[in-house]
T-cell receptor, first 113, second 116 residues
């Protein structure tokens, strides 16, 4: 079984540019989550999809971040325009829901210069 | 709000040494508690969990006991190996997330290096 895959693994962009991160969950997992770890801080929840619907986006930091999950399969997280404080590692996870464990991807390391 | 505090690293041990990584939490209600591990170049993996007070989670020789009275979930291993070198994260689930484990609150992570 393929795990959660994220692309790209690394991204370096300049302040003001746009970046789109992609996550492919495990097949059959309706629940998809985005988390991020800013340098030296905790991993924080961003949002949760059930299929294509946003169940909880309480962790999204501001309106420069847009997450989509068209068709309920893969998801994208767009940052536009990127700021320096957006640098960090963005993790995607998926699960069957309920008390099922979260399966995390390897993360995308975003550096904004 | 919910929070997790774990000992700051890095922690460096020799092979076969005893490991303890402290973790305490603050939460309203009754969260589930987790330890996740991130090996170099990989994603987070669930190491073990406990869902109620006095439960002991265990996996790969690691153990942690849910202590409600001290709000702690310390990770222990009796004899570490070089292959245990990784970053360890303590986490709790939001007790108000309607019976789901999705909304995790993490600690900052502890880097463990085990030398041969």
């Amino acid at each position: 079984e393929a795990g959660v895959t994220q692309f790209p693994s690394h991204s370096v962009i300049e302040k003001g540019q746009t970046v789109t991160l992609r996550c492919d969950p495990i097949s059959g997992h309706d629940n998809l989550y985005w988390y991020r770890r800013v340098m030296g801080k905790e991993i924080k929840f961003l949002l949760h999809f059930v299929k294509e619907s946003k169940q909880d986006e309480s962790g999204m930091p501001n309106n420069r971040f847009l997450a989509e999950r068209t068709g309920g399969t893969y998801s994208t997280l767009k940052v536009q325009p990127a700021e320096l404080e957006d640098s960090g590692v963005y993790f995607c996870a998926s699960s069957l829901g309920g008390y099922s464990p979260l399966h995390f991807g390897n993360g995308t390391r975003l550096t904004v210069t | 709000g919910n929070s997790v505090t774990q000992m700051e690293g890095p922690v460096t041990l020799s092979e076969e040494a005893f490991l303890t990584i402290n973790c305490t939490y603050t939460a309203t209600g009754y969260p589930s508690l987790f330890w996740y591990v991130q090996y170099p170049g990989e994603g987070l993996q669930l190491l073990l969990k406990a869902t109620k007070a006095d439960d002991k989670g265990s996996n790969k020789g690691f153990e942690a006991t849910y202590r409600k009275e001290t709000t702690s979930f310390h990770l222990e291993k009796g004899s570490v190996q070089v292959s245990d070198s990784a970053v360890y994260f303590c986490a709790l689930s939001d007790p108000n997330s309607g019976g789901s484990n999705y909304k995790l609150t993490f600690g900052k992570g502890t880097l463990l290096t085990v030398n041969p």
